[in-house]
């Protein structure tokens, strides 16, 4: 079997979908698992009414109202039959998101947002495998929770790997399936989710468990580039990435490729295509055994918004094991994300990420131990397979606070 991946953006009106039809008939749909997101910033559009159903904001009924409206949008620019079943069975899940919301009795954020922003993917993929049932494209929908099965850490579920690959080899290998990404199960049935932009993920463990040939993630770029087109000029295609490579760019911050989408598939050496929905003659982007990077070239990694802490001991002591193990934990404890460490006599830096917004509390608490200098709104970048050419564009881009040179691995902070 090949699994493919088509993403929000990939299916954000119907010339999206109708192109999906295109792609799938250039490149043949036999014996194809498609792993679909919610359409277009649909996952941004339910977080809305997560919110405004959490916080009684006003808004619930206009905020769902938006969603049904944009889909319903969709279908009737695709389906010239409106007694198409689909419109029905769209109506069924607002009925049931309508359902949850009256009935819950749960304050639990996390459970909520997973019992909601389901419905994302699972309106999507009724209206894409209806759709090409419709022009012949033969094609069975499956509810991706009866398969992926996963413990209960609602927005960031863990999978149980024994039972989802039990429930996966139940398959048939010769259909075409149509399944949700994003989304699992857990014991009492209710939905989770892998955390956002899951879907690549939800597409590596259908294509661990079905061994699959290969793994295709459809996209609006010609594959992984060397550096984001957006913050640098003559971004570059790559070619051939290896498993580690493009674990390294993951771990560094490139966004491209989900971090927790390698493993799955390096594990049983399935390859990776990257590939442009729109331009089908550039073979794009294959991540695989063998060759590091295809062409060796610099690869950019830009991480923004960063916060650059210097500390240092009170009495200007050395800072060895038992600070450094004090400060980790705090750190920890605050859930912040480390991105580059430094350390000397006498100080200790690090560039850091305040996903939770957690940092005032981070400092207050590091105040009362150390003497701390803070650095809003700094940049990050990663070079991989560094030259001195590309380290000095970088260091033209402002005042570079602290580099850092690992085996090829330059990093830089700029102000
Ligand atoms: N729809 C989800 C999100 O936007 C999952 C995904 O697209 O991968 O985060
Ligand atoms: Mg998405």
């Known amino acids: 079997m090949k699994i493919y991946?088509?993403?929000?953006?990939?299916?954000?009106?119907?010339?999206?979908?109708?192109?999906?039809?295109?792609v799938l008939r250039n490149e043949g749909f036999k014996n194809t698992l498609i792993v679909i997101s919610a359409m277009g910033k649909m996952t941004n559009a339910f977080e809305k009414i997560i919110n405004s159903y959490q916080h009684k904001t006003g808004d619930l009924q206009q905020n769902i109202a938006f969603v049904r409206e944009y889909h319903l949008a969709i279908m009737n620019a695709l389906f010239k039959n409106k007694s198409n079943p689909v419109f029905r069975e769209v109506e069924t899940l607002f009925e049931e998101l309508n359902k949850f919301l009256?009935?819950?009795?749960?304050?639990?954020?996390?459970?909520?947002?997973?019992?909601?922003?389901?419905?994302?993917?699972?309106?999507s993929t009724k209206i894409v495998s209806a759709y090409l049932n419709e022009i012949g494209i033969e094609n069975q929908w499956i509810d991706v929770r009866k398969y992926i099965k996963t413990d209960d850490s609602y927005r960031d579920a863990y999978v149980n790997w024994e039972l989802t690959s039990k429930n996966i080899s139940t398959l048939n290998p010769n259909k075409?399936?149509?399944?949700?990404?994003?989304?699992?199960?857990d014991v009492l049935g209710n939905t989770t989710t892998l955390g956002r932009e899951g879907s690549d993920y939800t597409a590596a463990i259908f294509a661990h468990c079905l061994s699959a040939k290969s793994l295709t993630i459809?996209?609006?770029?010609?594959?992984?580039?060397?550096?984001?087109?957006?913050?640098?000029?003559?971004?570059?295609?790559?070619?051939?990435?290896?498993?580690?490579?493009?674990?390294?760019?993951?771990?560094?911050g490139a966004s491209v490729i989900h971090p927790k989408t390698l493993k799955p598939l390096e594990n049983k050496n399935i390859p990776l295509f990257v590939?442009?929905?729109?331009?089908?003659?550039?073979?794009?982007?294959?991540?695989?055994?063998g060759i590091d990077l295809i062409p060796e070239t610099p690869c950019f990694i830009l991480k923004e918004n960063q916060i650059l802490v210097s500390i240092s001991a009170l009495d200007f002591s050395f800072m060895v094991e038992s600070n450094l193990s004090d400060i980790f934990k705090i750190l920890h404890d605050n859930k912040l994300k480390v991105n580059l460490i430094q350390n000397s006599a006498i100080s200790f830096s690090v560039c850091i990420e305040d996903k939770y917004n957690n940092f005032q509390q981070f400092i207050t608490e590091l105040m009362l131990k150390y003497k701390v200098s803070v650095m809003e709104n700094v940049l990050l970048y990663t070079i991989r397979h560094a030259t001195e050419k590309a380290i000095n564009e970088i260091e033209q881009k402002g005042e570079v606070l602290l580099k850092q040179e690992t085996r090829g691995t330059v990093q830089l902070v700029i102000k």
């Open 5 to 22: 991946k088509f993403g929000g953006a990939s299916v954000k009106d119907a010339e999206g979908i109708k192109n999906v039809v295109r």
């Open 102 to 123: 009256a009935t819950n009795t749960s304050s639990d954020y996390n459970f909520i947002y997973d019992q909601i922003v389901g419905y994302g993917e699972l309106l």
């Open 176 to 185: 075409l399936y149509i399944a949700q990404g994003f989304l699992g199960e």
């Open 218 to 252: 459809w996209k609006d770029v010609d594959g992984v580039l060397n550096a984001d087109p957006r913050y640098f000029e003559n971004a570059q295609l790559l070619h051939q990435i290896s498993y580690s490579e493009a674990i390294e760019m993951a771990f560094y």
């Open 275 to 289: 590939r442009s929905f729109y331009n089908l003659n550039s073979s794009g982007t294959t991540v695989g055994k």
